[in-house]
């Protein structure tokens, strides 16, 4: 009866009927403390989830960017990437040196990475209370989902996304560490468009004005 009225509305028939009657004015006291009780148990809950869903994200992100350190390493140390090879042998696809084998195999670490990243920050999201927060976590799903495709692709704008998804992986985090600890989120500058075409604005980007107080190593 009472969730459909305001607190004062609830708060006032209380005391009238308090007034006429203390049995029945004790029951509906009663109901009014049950009832403000259950809205700030339901709101601490849902905040503790939203907590719990933001920590699950962070740890994701330090996963996913384990994997692109480690591909971006292994792309520039054995030369794989498309510039680097003779345009004839690009277009009959060349078969792979044990070195490039390797960083194949990297790049496949990346995006079976990037997978199992992107499905659990998808779910996680939903339960985040804080839409900014949301927004930019999606901005940096899509921008590893695009390092990913020009990693696959042998693209030489590869190592400069990874450059760029670091810090913008930073800014996440940074974001997740206001969230949890109840602070003010950190000012944020959006990503630029996020195709291939747009490589150098992306590659140019910065996160904050200043740098953020926390890094992925």
Known sequence: MAAGLSTATVAVIAAV?????????????????????????TGTARTQRSHQSALGIAHGISTLHEAIGAWKAAALAHDDLAASIPADNVQRGPRLSPASQEARRACEAMRAAFHEYSKSATAQSIALTDDDLRARLSSHTELARLLCRVAEQRGTAGPGLADTARPHGAAVLATINAHVNAKPLPVYVPLPSLDVSNAQKLLDWKPFPESPEIYIP
């Open 17 to 41: 009927i308090g007034a006429g009657g203390s049995v029945v004015g004790g029951i509906v006291g009663g109901l009014i403390a049950y009832w403000t009780t259950g809205i700030s148990r």
